[in-house]
């Protein structure tokens, strides 16, 4: 039985499918397109889908949406008379789209499909399970656990911002639903506007900023006791009633008031790219800890309803790695599983799970690697030597082929140890919005000027934002406070307090920009202001090529460890094909360039001809 999943039409379109229960592939429209989040229907990610599964459309069993459009439409609907006249200029933008495009949502997805290929409607069964299901299904099913609670939180599905589910076998059931408006996702993401980023983009961007507030100020616990005062009413059993006289996501095209917030916390909310100021970090830092306290709550409840060993996590606010670090260190369950494209990507997987597991009943197979069932994430596309030298030959391009991989891996070894920040594209691409190693930046986790050079001159982001640590998987505990794994980089843990190094005299009272370059650890380049680091454990079952390299490093340099970083600039999706890494090294300062068994020099390449500048090309994210 093939199914085919899609998500779609509001953020990181996606498409996925699974034959027999087994996920072959996936992967975001965004990749394809290089437009970041693409919302777009995913045409060219269901033909690699349909391609690497060997199968035309006609093939497929079932086409899965991932939500329910008119539940949505009518808690559009709804929302808006509960709210009126208020959100009268939302309502006359919105409501021509629904009535014209999303309202007929099967024409549309017929239509998406017989782009393709001509559709046998006939033949192919079109699903919609709801989108809190789709998450739940996501991260339960291809889970190694028999049984589990599970927790998806996000913005908004239909009607749902959060449920508690039990998953046993091939079943999921429903326990708790929170519903619209009160979302904790769109709290959060309230904040990162107010902090001057985008919303459904730069919520990581909050999260990473919140430690460099000082969480013993006075600032910290005033902003903390506002938000819990005014904004949000935190319940034991992980409900939560957000105060809507200061929100305006219900009914507006702004996420909050804004005057009523700079009334609130004493400050206007800050203009994207304009300087950040130790008030936005406390700000973020209260925002994180409240966040982190409903999280708390929300699992109790779970494990008090299902009195589980394990827990599952989807939805975007499972992308928030701190919290869920946190959540781990607690001990409250054996293990978490957080699927790892967790937000709406994710949702094309987890409605094809659905579809095979609910609605025809089909029973689940777990595999003996006691991680998952995703083969680490990379489900994505894959290129050939051959395919990697066509486009080194039209780049005329200077390069290195080494046939042994062992030597390959002993070379790239050495060029990273010697301080060479490195391009990395091998194998299958990773699927959700973390780079795994297989499309990735590499260095050195030793070198104390690697966060400032890769930030700075490579990513071009703000320099404030930490770089995560790939390690052996058995390793890891030499050189990080975690016994188990992380595969997909979602959990943050303390560095090794024997590897910290202290802090100044005053280091809490020096501005954002003092506080950047100190060194912290004996891994500088990935110990964050708060002595954190987002952890990814490289297992030799799901990527025996970079384990193997850690390996070398370890070899050369004593380190199982080194920085991974998305291979792309800041704007633009992850690189998918050959052309898309070479153009992406060309843009920027990195020293090297492996693609395949291919060693690409900056220093030996023709000279970059682009005239068009990637700053133009990507939209700041």
Same mark, same amino acid.
């Given at each position: 039985?093939?199914?085919?999943?899609?998500?779609?039409? *509001?953020?990181?379109?996606?498409?996925?499918?699974?034959?027999?229960? =087994?996920?072959i592939a996936?992967?975001?429209?965004?990749?394809f397109?290089?437009?970041?989040?693409?919302?777009?229907?995913?045409?060219?990610?269901?033909?690699?889908?349909?391609?690497?599964?060997?199968?035309?459309?006609n093939?497929?069993?079932?086409?899965?949406?991932?939500?329910?459009?008119?539940?949505?439409?009518?808690?559009?609907?709804?929302?808006?008379?509960?709210? +009126?006249?208020?959100?009268?200029?939302?309502?006359?933008?919105? @409501?021509?789209?629904?009535?014209?495009?999303?309202?007929?949502?099967? $024409?549309?997805?017929?239509?998406?499909?017989?782009?393709i290929?001509?559709?046998?409607?006939?033949?192919?069964?079109?699903?919609?399970?709801?989108h809190?299901?789709s998450?739940a +299904?996501?991260a339960?099913?291809?889970?190694?656990?028999?049984?589990?609670?599970?927790?998806?939180?996000?913005?908004?599905?239909?009607?749902?911002?959060?449920?508690?589910c039990?998953?046993?076998?091939?079943?999921?059931?429903?326990?708790?639903e929170?519903d619209?408006?009160?979302?904790?996702?769109?709290?959060?993401?309230?904040?990162?506007?107010?902090?001057?980023?985008?919303?459904?983009?730069?919520?990581?961007?909050?999260?990473?900023?919140?430690?460099?507030?000082?969480?013993?100020s006075?600032?910290?616990?005033?902003y903390?006791?506002?938000?819990?005062?005014?904004?949000?009413?935190?319940?034991?059993?992980?409900s939560?009633?957000?105060?809507?006289a *200061?929100?305006?996501?219900?009914?507006?095209?702004?996420?909050?008031?804004?005057?009523?917030?700079?009334?609130?916390?004493?400050?206007?909310?800050?203009?994207?790219?304009?300087?950040?100021?130790?008030?936005?970090?406390?700000?973020?830092?209260?925002?994180?800890?409240?966040?982190? =306290?409903?999280?708390?709550?929300?699992?109790?409840?779970?494990?008090?309803?299902?009195?589980?060993?394990?827990?599952? @996590?989807?939805?975007?606010?499972?992308?928030?790695c701190?919290?869920?670090? $946190?959540?781990?260190t607690?001990?409250?369950? $054996?293990?978490?599983?957080?699927?790892?494209?967790?937000?709406?990507?994710?949702? +094309?997987?987890?409605?094809?799970?659905?579809? *095979?597991?609910?609605?025809?009943?089909?029973?689940?197979?777990?595999?003996?690697?006691?991680?998952?069932?995703?083969?680490?994430?990379?489900?994505?596309?894959?290129?050939?030597?051959?395919?990697?030298?066509?486009?080194?030959?039209?780049?005329?391009?200077?390069f290195?082929?080494?046939?042994? =991989?062992?030597?390959?891996?002993?070379?790239?070894?050495?060029?990273?140890a010697?301080?060479?920040v490195?391009?990395?594209?091998?194998?299958? @691409?990773?699927?959700?919005?973390?780079?795994?190693?297989?499309?990735?930046?590499?260095?050195?986790?030793?070198?104390?000027?690697?966060?400032k050079?890769?930030?700075?001159?490579? $990513?071009?982001?703000?320099?404030?934002?930490?770089?995560?640590?790939?390690v052996? +998987?058995?390793?890891?505990?030499?050189?990080?406070?975690?016994?188990?794994?992380?595969?997909?980089?979602?959990?943050?843990?303390?560095?090794?307090?024997?590897?910290?190094?202290?802090?100044?005299?005053?280091?809490?009272?020096?501005?954002?920009?003092?506080?950047?370059y100190?060194?912290?650890?004996?891994?500088?380049?990935?110990?964050?202001?708060? *002595?954190?680091?987002?952890?990814?454990?490289?297992?030799?079952?799901?990527?025996?090529?970079?384990?193997?390299?850690?390996?070398?490093?370890?070899?050369?340099?004593?380190?199982?460890?080194?920085?991974?970083?998305?291979?792309?600039?800041?704007?633009?999706?992850?690189?998918n094909?050959p052309?898309?890494?070479?153009?992406?090294?060309?843009?920027?300062?990195?020293?090297?360039?492996? @693609?395949?068994?291919?060693?690409?020099?900056?220093?030996?390449?023709?000279?970059?001809?682009?005239?068009?500048?990637?700053k133009?090309?990507?939209?700041l994210?």
């Amino acid at each position: 039985m093939t199914i085919l999943g899609i998500s779609a039409y *509001y953020h990181d379109a996606a498409a996925a499918i699974i034959q027999d229960g =087994e996920v072959i592939a996936a992967a975001q429209e965004e990749r394809f397109t290089r437009k970041k989040h693409d919302a777009s229907f995913p045409v060219h990610a269901i033909r690699f889908c349909l391609e690497y599964a060997g199968c035309s459309l006609n093939d497929l069993d079932a086409v899965v949406f991932y939500e329910k459009p008119l539940l949505k439409f009518e808690r559009l609907l709804e929302t808006y008379y509960a709210y +009126a006249p208020r959100g009268i200029k939302s309502f006359m933008l919105s @409501m021509p789209v629904w009535l014209k495009e999303k309202l007929f949502l099967k $024409k549309q997805l017929w239509d998406g499909l017989n782009s393709i290929e001509k559709a046998d409607k006939k033949k192919i069964k079109l699903l919609f399970p709801e989108h809190h299901l789709s998450h739940a +299904a996501s991260a339960f099913f291809p889970s190694a656990y028999e049984r589990a609670a599970i927790l998806t939180t996000d913005g908004v599905g239909e009607w749902a911002t959060l449920s508690i589910c039990v998953g046993e076998g091939n079943k999921i059931r429903v326990l708790k639903e929170l519903d619209f408006p009160h979302s904790l996702g769109l709290f959060y993401s309230a904040f990162t506007y107010y902090c001057g980023f985008k919303v459904n983009s730069g919520e990581y961007k909050l999260m990473g900023l919140a430690p460099y507030g000082d969480e013993n100020s006075d600032s910290v616990k005033r902003y903390n006791e506002i938000i819990k005062n005014k904004l949000i009413d935190l319940k034991a059993d992980g409900s939560l009633f957000l105060h809507q006289a *200061y929100f305006n996501y219900a009914v507006g095209l702004r996420m909050v008031n804004d005057a009523r917030w700079e009334a609130l916390f004493g400050f206007p909310k800050r203009v994207a790219e304009a300087p950040i100021e130790q008030h936005h970090c406390d700000l973020a830092l209260a925002a994180q800890q409240v966040l982190e =306290e409903a999280v708390m709550n929300l699992a109790r409840e779970a494990k008090r309803l299902t009195n589980a060993d394990y827990l599952c @996590m989807a939805g975007g606010v499972a992308l928030n790695c701190v919290a869920n670090g $946190k959540l781990d260190t607690t001990g409250l369950f $054996k293990q978490l599983f957080i699927q790892p494209a967790a937000g709406d990507a994710g949702g +094309a997987l987890g409605a094809a799970y659905a579809a *095979y597991h609910i609605y025809y009943g089909k029973e689940r197979s777990i595999k003996p690697f006691d991680a998952d069932n995703l083969k680490g994430a990379f489900l994505g596309t894959a290129f050939t030597d051959t395919q990697i030298l066509t486009t080194l030959k039209k780049y005329q391009a200077a390069f290195t082929h080494i046939e042994k =991989e062992e030597e390959l891996l002993q070379q790239v070894a050495a060029l990273i140890a010697a301080g060479n920040v490195t391009g990395w594209h091998q194998g299958r @691409m990773e699927f959700g919005p973390r780079a795994l190693g297989a499309r990735s930046i590499l260095a050195d986790a030793r070198n104390p000027d690697m966060q400032k050079k890769i930030n700075l001159k490579i $990513k071009h982001r703000e320099g404030f934002r930490p770089f995560a640590p790939i390690v052996l +998987a058995e390793e890891v505990s030499n050189y990080f406070e975690h016994e188990g794994i992380s595969p997909y980089m979602l959990l943050v843990k303390p560095v090794k307090a024997t590897r910290q190094l202290p802090l100044p005299p005053g280091f809490e009272s020096k501005t954002l920009l003092d506080k950047l370059y100190f060194q912290r650890s004996d891994m500088p380049a990935i110990t964050h202001v708060d *002595y954190s680091a987002r952890i990814q454990t490289v297992h030799r079952e799901t990527n025996p090529r970079l384990w193997k390299l850690l390996q070398q490093m370890k070899q050369q340099t004593g380190y199982a460890v080194m920085v991974n970083t998305s291979f792309n600039v800041r704007g633009e999706p992850i690189v998918n094909t050959p052309e898309d890494a070479y153009r992406c090294f060309m843009r920027t300062d990195m020293d090297y360039l492996v @693609m395949g068994n291919f060693i690409i020099p900056k220093k030996d390449q023709p000279a970059w001809k682009e005239k068009a500048d990637w700053k133009n090309e990507f939209e700041l994210d």
